[in-house]
């Protein structure tokens, strides 16, 4: 295998590790944001 070929391995794998990081990140601020806003519902 060439060295490119190695090259775009380890850049799918940080590209999808980045990925699951960003989803993981929305997904639980999208649950804490649910929670502020139930807790405080008076706050504008």
Avoid: F, Q
């Avoid at 391995?9 to 929305?26: D, M, T």
């Amino acid at each position: 295998m060439p060295w490119w070929g190695y090259v775009l391995i380890v850049v799918g794998v940080i590209a999808l590790g980045a990925l699951k990081l960003y989803a993981w990140n929305r997904i639980k601020s999208n649950k804490s944001g649910k929670g502020r806003a139930a807790g405080h519902p008076d706050e504008d």
